[in-house]
């Protein structure tokens, strides 16, 4: 059995066949699903989904590229009341993003920090979007003491010194599609360094297909390529592989079922 723990099934991609992309992923093995709601519209649409399916999870937390558009006092209420429902295992995805150049970065360092702080007050794990943010990411959650309660660096792709930072930090390092691309030699390296009781795996789907699906629509039950993937790295086997990640999901995320 596997967890895919960072997966969009509730966007639009999936309108046409939602019903079937669960079913695949079931069949595939993958037994808990984490989406993530992560702006004013993908939050209810998550929510939605969790409450529907027994196996799927929410994590709700506003993203740094929507940053902008957080009402910061009011959504973050919004976002407090929503951890008291049973099936939000999360705060996130949060952090920074530079690459897309749609939230100011001190909008983004505010919505940032101010998550971290609701995080720790409600004893809430994290989950941490970082694109091209790497050095500020490991600075904003030292000073915020996110070590409090950990979380998931998700579809991390900083270098094997940032990862060691992180799991200092209580944090479990999550990997998608991109560590099993032939030419994906850090991510790579990251994980054969990255001890494996704090490996996690992960689609992002729709984004960030796995090979041989390299630039499709991606879907959870590819997390299982991700799986192979990780495996041969490790050196041991699929199942022992699938037992510990799962484990390690469950742990970091207090997954009751
Ligand atoms: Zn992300
Ligand atoms: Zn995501």
Redesign the pocket.
């Known amino acids: 059995m596997l967890i895919d723990t960072?997966a969009?099934l509730d966007s639009p991609k999936f309108d046409n066949d939602r019903e079937e992309v669960i079913s695949r992923a079931l069949e595939a093995g993958i037994d808990t699903i984490v989406n993530?709601g992560?702006n004013r519209e993908t939050i209810p649409t998550t929510m939605a989904l969790a409450e529907k399916y027994p196996f799927i999870y929410a994590a709700v937390g506003w993203h740094p590229t929507d940053a902008i558009d957080m009402r910061l006092e009011e959504d973050l209420a919004w976002i407090e009341r929503l951890c008291n429902h049973p099936k939000v295992v999360a705060i996130g995805?949060i952090g920074l993003d530079y690459y897309w150049d749609t939230s100011p970065k001190d909008i983004q360092h505010t919505v940032f920090r101010e998550q971290i702080r609701l995080a720790r007050r409600l004893n809430k794990p994290i989950v941490i979007?970082n694109r091209d943010a790497h050095e500020d990411i490991v600075k904003i959650l030292k000073e915020e003491k996110a070590e409090e309660v950990g979380g998931i660096m998700?579809c991390f792709s900083g270098s094997p010194e940032t990862a060691k930072k992180c799991l200092d930090m209580n944090f479990y390092i999550s990997f998608g599609g991109p560590v099993t691309f032939k030419n994906a030699r850090v991510p790579k390296e990251v994980m054969a360094q990255v001890p494996l009781d704090r490996i996690l795996l992960e689609t992002?789907a729709p984004?960030l297909a796995p090979h041989p699906h390299r630039g499709q629509r991606n879907e959870s039950a590819y997390v299982r390529l991700v799986a192979e993937t990780a495996a041969e790295i490790k050196g041991i086997s699929l199942e022992e592989l699938s037992d510990i990640t799962s484990k390690n999901g469950r742990r970091c995320l207090s997954l009751t079922r």
Request: zero cysteines.
């Open positions: 960072h969009h993530i992560f995805e979007h998700h992002d984004y």
